[in-house]
């Protein structure tokens, strides 16, 4: 399954650690910096997965948005209209930290027939565009609560001074529905 990454220079820390947890869920992965990561187009057995952030120099992108198979959104910029409507994953718990079950999702998103889907919390239906992972609470279609999409779904962590100990949450931002485990 062979895999190009393609990101920023800014993303580098990141897009290494993208680049190990999709190494781990069987992926043969060439991190590429762009712009080198446009020359020679891709080999149609290999998918090209795209590192996107704030980094990204919109006038300059539009090179590097051809052939792209799954995004992978660093932080809360929207997609260009391009990409917009190709399914991708959100990595909601912060910069640098892949679980290995979105790297398996994203290997899943570029290889549909080769990988088993993992369970994904929520409703997931072919309308689905984005997959949330917020880390040990789990990847996430939609609210399942509300099935509002997974971007209305925002990381949070909390202390509880009660019982002294730190939460990672992941709350609803239509209808305040929450889910949490201990750090």
């Given at each position: 399954m062979h895999t190009r990454l393609t990101y920023q220079r800014q993303d580098e820390r990141a897009a290494f650690a993208l680049a190990d947890a999709l190494g781990r869920a069987g992926a043969d992965v060439v991190p590429a910096v762009w712009p080198a990561a446009a020359d020679g187009a891709?080999?149609?057995?290999?998918?090209?997965?795209?590192?996107?952030?704030?980094?990204?120099?919109?006038?300059?992108?539009?090179?590097?948005?051809?052939?792209?198979?799954?995004?992978?959104?660093?932080?809360?910029?929207?997609?260009?209209?391009?990409?917009?409507?190709?399914?991708?994953?959100?990595?909601?718990?912060?910069?640098?930290?892949?679980?290995?079950?979105?790297?398996?999702?994203?290997?899943?998103?570029?290889?549909?027939?080769?990988?088993?889907?993992?369970?994904?919390?929520?409703?997931?239906?072919?309308?689905?565009?984005?997959?949330?992972?917020?880390?040990?609470?789990?990847l996430f279609a939609s609210c399942p609560r509300c099935g509002g999409s997974s971007e209305r779904l925002r990381p949070y962590v909390t202390v509880d001074h009660q019982y002294d100990r730190a939460l990672r949450l992941v709350i609803c931002g239509a209808c305040n529905w929450q889910d949490g485990c201990e750090l």
């Amino acid at each position: 399954m062979h895999t190009r990454l393609t990101y920023q220079r800014q993303d580098e820390r990141a897009a290494f650690a993208l680049a190990d947890a999709l190494g781990r869920a069987g992926a043969d992965v060439v991190p590429a910096v762009w712009p080198a990561a446009a020359d020679g187009a891709p080999d149609p057995e290999t998918v090209v997965v795209l590192l996107w952030s704030a980094a990204w120099d919109r006038t300059a992108m539009e090179p590097a948005l051809l052939g792209v198979h799954v995004p992978v959104r660093l932080d809360d910029t929207p997609l260009p209209p391009a990409l917009a409507g190709l399914r991708h994953v959100r990595l909601a718990q912060g910069w640098g930290r892949v679980s290995d079950e979105a790297a398996a999702m994203i290997v899943r998103l570029g290889f549909p027939a080769l990988v088993p889907a993992r369970p994904v919390r929520g409703t997931p239906t072919e309308q689905t565009v984005a997959i949330s992972d917020f880390g040990p609470l789990g990847l996430f279609a939609s609210c399942p609560r509300c099935g509002g999409s997974s971007e209305r779904l925002r990381p949070y962590v909390t202390v509880d001074h009660q019982y002294d100990r730190a939460l990672r949450l992941v709350i609803c931002g239509a209808c305040n529905w929450q889910d949490g485990c201990e750090l």
